[in-house]
């Protein structure tokens, strides 16, 4: 069975989906087999891959209405070892529909079941708000990765978040365990993204990841050309990063990469781009 990793943040502009696509590309670096599942309406964990909303002819929608298969809708990305299953229009409706359908919060999960054999880790990224799509990815997940920019008000909303996870684990999901915190747009310069740190690594304690993803003008470039950071340019500092929270994912999880994404080195914080 896949690691299903749900990545998750009510607050909007935390880095939420550049996590989820960048983290997904450097486990496939890595050469592990992922999938990336775009839960948000916005779709754009799909267009940061290559495949805008407008253009997949069917994705999550689809399988959470039971009108397709997992297997039908998977489409590969720039990134070999990565596939990904698109957002649609049609996933802004999805969440009316599944009110009075059974096993409403288990149709990612059971969808999923279907490609069990196909990945090693399977990443889902989350609407921006705490909804019926969000609860059917927790429902789904091994774990939560929580992205938290450094910025003002960061902690702003995750004491409801927090609350979620644990319902969700009382209710449908016993098996959710948060996988941790990981910090944003860092730039270790400013003494606000410092005093961030500090305290989310107080609140937090080991919850929170060694590494640090830092502002970096490569990673907010990618999206535009519809690629992942592992496929527009595997070198920069953001992509050194993403491979650094990757392997530590991993150990985390006890496993291991396959191979080499090249050059692994702290990323300098101090650099701005």
Known sequence: MPYILTVSNQKGGVGKTTTAINLASALAALGHR????????????????????????MGTAD???????MESVLVPTALERLDVVPATAELVGVEMELVSASRREYRLS?????????????????????????VNALTAANGVLIPLQTEYYAMEGLSQLVRTIHAVRQKLNPSLERAGVV?????????????????????????????????????????????P????????????????????????????????????????????S
């Not at 992922?34 to 002819?57: C, E, F, R, Y």
């Open 34 to 57: 992922t999938l990336v599942v775009d839960m948000d309406p916005q779709g754009n964990a799909s267009s940061g891959l290559g495949i805008p909303k407008d253009v997949a002819p």
């Open 229 to 272: 950071i592992h496929a527009y340019d595997p070198e920069c500092r953001g992509a050194r990063a993403y491979t650094e929270l990757a392997q530590e994912i991993l150990a985390r999880r006890g496993a291991t990469s396959t191979r080499s994404a090249g050059p692994t080195a702290p990323a300098r914080l101090e650099e701005a």
């Open 110 to 134: 059971d969808a999923l079941a279907h490609v069990a054999d196909r990945y090693e880790t399977v990443v889902v990224d989350c609407p921006p708000s705490l909804n019926l799509l969000t």
């Open 183 to 227: 910090l944003t747009m860092v730039d270790l310069r400013n003494k606000l993204s410092q005093d961030v740190v500090t305290q989310a690594r107080e609140v937090f304690g080991a919850e929170v990841f060694d590494t640090v993803i830092p502002r970096n003008i490569r990673l907010a470039e990618a999206p535009s050309f519809g690629k």
């Open 63 to 69: 399988v959470l209405l039971d009108l397709r298969d």
